[in-house]
């Protein structure tokens, strides 16, 4: 298995152009939570806390984290922390009584859209299209960026 860092100087690669980099931080997120949002929206029998059911975000999720633990002894933490804020968040909308779906749907394809046209200006096609784990990488990138300026160590 490589190793965190080797993901992530794979995935650096392709993502030079400082007007790429900026739609990443905007679009990653995005793109996290409207996944995030689907999964929510598929509610299973099984009551969690309150009105809250288990649902296969929070399945998935442990999954993830699990994923990123395997690589980094600490982007785990962050990454767990990112998740909660997009179960929360989805939480919170499912409260208006809007659809988390659809409002994932919405999301998710202006994110998509402001991907590739990051990769239009970079002049590469995203990483993912070489490797399917590199959706896995995005997120954990840029939160390796935060764990830099914060001065914590992958």
């Known amino acids: 298995m490589k190793s965190a860092q080797q993901w992530l100087d794979e995935y650096s690669v392709s993502h030079q152009n400082p007007t790429n980099k900026f739609i990443h931080w905007i679009?990653?997120?995005?793109?996290?939570?409207?996944?995030?949002?689907?999964?929510y929206s598929v509610e299973l029998p099984i009551k969690?806390?309150?009105?809250?059911n288990l649902n296969l975000a929070i399945l998935m999720l442990v999954l993830v984290i699990v994923y990123?633990?395997?690589?980094?002894?600490?982007?785990?933490?962050?990454?767990?922390?990112?998740?909660?804020?997009?179960?929360?968040?989805?939480y919170a909308i499912a409260?208006?009584?809007?659809?988390?779906?659809?409002?994932?749907?919405?999301?998710?394809?202006?994110?998509w859209i402001g991907q590739f046209y990051g990769h239009n200006i970079e002049g590469k096609k995203p990483s993912?299209?070489?490797?399917?784990?590199?959706?896995?990488?995005?997120?954990?990138?840029?939160?390796?960026?935060?764990y830099k300026k914060i001065g914590i160590a992958l």
């Open 48 to 52: 969690l806390y309150g009105n809250l």
């Open 128 to 146: 993912f299209m070489k490797d399917i784990q590199y959706l896995m990488i995005g997120p954990a990138w840029l939160m390796s960026f935060v």
């Open 68 to 90: 990123y633990s395997l690589l980094s002894r600490t982007l785990w933490i962050g990454m767990l922390l990112f998740s909660v804020l997009c179960v929360a968040a989805c």
């Open 27 to 39: 679009c990653v997120p995005l793109i996290f939570f409207s996944v995030t949002g689907f999964l």
């Open 95 to 111: 409260q208006t009584g809007v659809p988390v779906w659809a409002v994932s749907a919405i999301v998710f394809v202006l994110a």
